[in-house]
């Protein structure tokens, strides 16, 4: 799935959120804000970002901070996920906060025996 580099910041936005495998609460959350405002900025009510707002959410989406703002430049940082990592989180992220917990003291555990 390709997405275009004319997209408005809401469409952009809340295309990356829903690749990351993220709803609006989740993403919200992480980024510190209400679910409302999320809301807003998806819906183009509200227009642009806070720089700090937009590198911690670009962060957050796995997106470059300049496609996401401006559509420009790579969607993928220069550090990008791989196509494991970034369907191993999708698939994470889709758990429930139990199931979360669950996968997380297995994977400490698998490291805890490797070193």
């Not at 807003?40 to 470059?64: D, F, V």
């Amino acid at each position: 799935m390709t997405i275009q580099r004319d997209m408005a910041l809401a469409n952009r936005i809340k295309k990356a959120r829903i690749l990351a495998g993220l709803s609006q609460a989740e993403l919200a959350r992480r980024c510190g804000v209400s679910p409302s405002l999320l809301c807003n900025l998806e819906n183009g009510k509200i227009k642009s970002l806070r720089h700090s707002m937009l590198l911690q959410m670009a962060k957050i989406l796995g997106k470059s901070p300049e496609w996401l703002a401006f559509g420009r430049g790579h969607a993928k940082p220069s550090s990008a996920r791989s196509k494991f990592e970034h369907d191993f989180l999708v698939d994470f992220h889709s758990l429930s906060a139990a199931e979360r917990k669950i996968v997380a003291r297995m994977v400490h555990s698998l490291a805890m025996d490797k070193s």
